[in-house]
């Protein structure tokens, strides 16, 4: 059968004239585009992107991002981009390239704590972990590292706004705008409630004692932000080129005019305009929660931002069967008390009441009998 998806996704290659590559870095321990099996790798996204109308390519390290890339994702990787690769990618947002970098919670004083950069773009990533306990942002059987992030937590922003239903993030870390930078603007996007915080506590991140409250203030915490260089000029790009030994290389800032590599074509009279969108987790679109709440539309909807369509789909629609229900602590014990008491309550009740109904029937029918006797 024909199912709204595939409608859609045909409607949609209707429209396009073209089709996006996406591309993936690699050679840094970043998630996998492969089979769905492991829960912890982007199979599932993957086969949303090829939906959505995207194609998807592989970079390698210390190479230019190709010129026909629209957008170039940096998936949790688990090693330090190289420098040259980090100029590489400078180059690409200065001359108006999209990236999204996906991160992960690291223990305070682990290094590397950040595997690229993104100072340079205007961005804040803290080393710790981001912790919720409001009872509607938080998921039943888990631990409070799951933030479910609903329309009120989100600030306004085309990415987000046509969302409907709740993202969840597992084990995120903090991503904020840092100190401005003239020419990049830098705005956060996600956010906990009130009673979320930034928990440093090294034991409670690896679950050895449980994570409280103390001297963490509690408050909003950001855990996704984006980035748009208004002004080219604003990114520093250093060389690509290898000079002196490896454990000496530093990188050197281009001269006056001088062009970097990687350079994308621009229309005439077009002033190119970089983005950046960081993500402070990388687990939200993996196996394991892509269809958790509007997760992969929250991805999709960022891929769309960045190559410039002429407007985010919001929710996408995708097969029935595979969505999954999310619920918070508080909607779990509602639907506990739904399940064991209401219900039933509710057929002990009308159980009662057809019982009575027939004793009423079977009493006058009697009492006929008994009239008709007389």
């Known amino acids: 059968p024909l199912l709204e998806e595939d409608f859609v996704r045909a409607f949609g290659k209707l429209q396009v004239d073209e089709q996006p590559l996406i591309c993936f870095s690699q050679g840094h321990g970043e998630r996998d585009l492969g089979e769905r099996g492991n829960l912890a790798d982007y199979g599932g996204i993957h086969e949303r992107m090829l939906g959505a109308n995207y194609v998807v390519g592989l970079v ?7 010129v026909a890339c629209k957008v170039l994702v940096v998936a949790a990787p688990e090693t330090a981009l190289h420098p040259v690769t980090q100029e590489h990618l400078a180059a690409y947002v200065k001359s108006g390239g999209g990236v999204v970098v996906l991160l992960e919670p690291v223990l305070p004083g682990r290094s590397p704590s950040l595997p690229l950069d993104l100072e340079r773009y205007g961005f804040r990533i803290g080393e710790d972990l981001v912790i919720e306990t409001h009872p509607d942002r938080v998921l039943a059987g888990v631990d409070q590292s799951h933030v479910v992030v609903d329309m009120a937590s989100f ?21 904020d705008a840092g ?24 034991a409670s991140m690896k679950g050895e004692v ?11 915490v950001p855990l996704m932000a984006v980035a748009e260089v208004v002004d080219p000029a604003a990114v520093q790009v250093g060389s690509t080129r290898l000079e002196g030994e490896p454990s000496d290389f530093q990188v050197r800032i281009l001269d006056e005019g001088e062009t970097p590599p990687g350079v994308l074509p621009l229309a005439e009279g077009k002033r190119p305009i970089g983005k ?19 997760n992969h ?19 996408r629609a995708y097969k029935a069967g595979e969505g999954l229900m999310v619920l918070s602590a508080a909607q779990s014990r509602w639907m506990w008390r739904l399940v064991v008491g209401l219900v039933p309550g509710l057929c002990l009740l009308l159980g009662a009441l057809v019982s ?12 006929l009998v008994l009239f008709g006797l007389h």
């Open 60 to 66: 390698g390290p210390m190479r230019a991002v190709p």
């Open 276 to 294: 950046v969108v960081v993500f402070g987790d990388a687990d939200f679109i993996s196996n394991r929660l892509v269809l958790g709440g509007v």
């Open 179 to 202: 100190a401005p930078i003239e020419g990049i603007q830098v705005q956060a996007l996600a956010y906990t409630t009130e009673q979320g915080w930034a928990e440093t506590n090294p």
């Open 210 to 220: 449980e994570a409280v409250f103390e001297a963490h203030e509690k408050g909003r």
């Open 297 to 315: 539309d929250l991805f999709l909807n960022t891929l769309s931002w960045l190559v410039d369509e002429e407007a985010p789909r919001g929710e």
């Open 356 to 367: 009575w109904r027939r004793r009423e029937r079977t009493r006058s029918q009697l009492s």
């Open 155 to 175: 600030d306004f922003h085309p990415i987000v706004n046509g969302l409907n239903r709740a993202t969840v993030f597992q084990g995120a870390r903090t991503v």
